[in-house]
Nanobody
Framework: QVQLVESGGGLVQPGGSLTLSCVASGFTFSTYTLYWYRQAPGKERDLVASITSTGASTNYADSVKGRFTISRDNAKNTVYLQMNSLKPEDTAVYVC????????WGKGTQVTVSS
């Protein structure tokens, strides 16, 4: 079955950096677009970034453009989210997602940006 396991979250000071990872299994990773979403307490889940199957095309939410970078390693079945210049408003649970024959979500990793 499809599984997505995120890691790399934690507590970081404003202006700091983190790199999230999402390891996937149960489907042909190299043929699907992957997505990172985030959900802050009391808010809806928002799309942060996406990357096409080969990595040739990426898209970002306006709020993270220029600060976050999505990438993937198809040999490792892993998608990454490099987050720089973090702000308190980036605090959220970050979740990766794939649409194959359905939509599959990981359990997420908590990112807290606070001094």
């Amino acid at each position: 079955q499809v599984q997505l396991v995120e890691s790399g979250g934690g507590l970081v000071q404003p202006g700091g950096s983190l790199t999230l990872s999402c390891v996937a299994s149960g489907f042909t990773f190299s043929t699907y677009t992957l997505y990172w979403y985030r959900q802050a307490p009391g808010k809806e889940r928002d799309l942060v970034a996406s990357i096409t199957s080969t990595g040739a095309s990426t898209n970002y939410a306006d709020s993270v453009k220029g600060r976050f970078t999505i990438s993937r390693d198809n040999a490792k079945n892993t998608v990454y989210l490099q987050m720089n210049s973090l702000k308190p408003e980036d605090t959220a649970v970050y979740v990766c997602m794939v649409r194959t024959w359905g939509s599959y979500w990981g359990k997420g990793t908590q990112v807290t940006v606070s001094s």
